[in-house]
């Protein structure tokens, strides 16, 4: 599967921004998915997952309350909604797919997108 990400940028602090991945090459419902970020001088981290029905999900603890993920698999679409943003959030935001697993927070998921900067500004 191939991932687009889109909808970063740059924010004020307590803002909102709301990231796009659109997927491409095989059934999108059969994945599980997942948002990653990493940040300068950081080793990627996990931010939210979702299962492939979309009936789970599950974040870190340091958006928890503040993001929000979704999916649409009619339009092959994973979403994440971000607000009350701080700058502690700014990082590259990376979306994956994982077609071995229902439910997947793990760090080996098969396919990255490119990624999309996320900047917040304080």
């Known amino acids: 599967v191939q991932l687009v990400e889109s909808g970063g940028g740059l924010v004020q602090a307590g803002g909102s921004l709301r990231l796009s991945c659109a997927a491409s090459?095989?059934?999108?419902?059969?994945?599980?998915m997942g948002w990653f970020r990493q940040a300068p001088g950081k080793e990627r981290e996990f931010v939210a997952a979702?299962?492939?029905?979309?009936?789970?999900?599950g974040y870190a603890d340091s958006v928890k309350g503040r993001f929000t993920i979704s999916r649409n698999n009619a339009k092959n679409t994973v979403y994440l909604e971000m607000n009350s943003l701080k700058p502690e959030d700014t990082a590259v935001y990376y979306c994956?797919?994982?077609?071995?697993?229902?439910?997947?927070?793990?760090?080996?998921?098969?396919?990255w997108g490119q990624g999309t900067q996320v900047t917040v500004s304080s």
């Open positions: 994956a797919a994982d077609s071995s697993h229902y439910y997947y927070t793990g760090p080996d998921f098969g396919s």
């Open positions: 090459g095989r059934t999108f419902s059969g994945y599980a």
């Open positions: 979702i299962s492939r029905s979309g009936g789970s999900t």
